[in-house]
């Protein structure tokens, strides 16, 4: 993710809440997944404006998480996210 913007949906990507999750439905894949309360967390934070690090930073904080875990809970989580063509990454 880059410095002057962070991942954000793909255009196909629809989000639906359902309860304390999020399903996430790929529109040109016909795939749906569902991510649980932290995941759905980080998913509602990718607005375009964050790039990794900041996303971390707010789950380590919402989470109680340390630092390094949460690095690699975002990481894990949007290389997931846009491996399934549901999230774009930011620019460099």
């Known amino acids: 993710m ?3 913007g962070g991942p954000s949906p793909h255009p ?3 989000a639906h809440p359902l309860d304390d999750e999020m399903v996430l439905y790929q ?3 016909g795939q749906a997944y ?3 309360r932290s995941a759905a967390y980080v998913w509602a934070l990718c607005d375009g404006t964050r790039p990794a690090a900041a996303l971390a930073r707010a789950l380590a904080r919402a989470y109680g998480l340390g630092a ?3 690095r690699a ?3 894990e989580l949007l290389d997931g996210l846009a491996a399934a063509g549901l999230l774009v990454p930011g620019r460099a």
Do not use: H, I
């Open 73 to 75: 809970d975002v990481r």
């Open 68 to 70: 390094a875990q949460a």
């Open 34 to 36: 569902v991510l649980n």
């Open 12 to 14: 196909a990507a629809t």
């Open 27 to 29: 529109a040109e894949a």
């Open 2 to 4: 880059g410095a002057f």
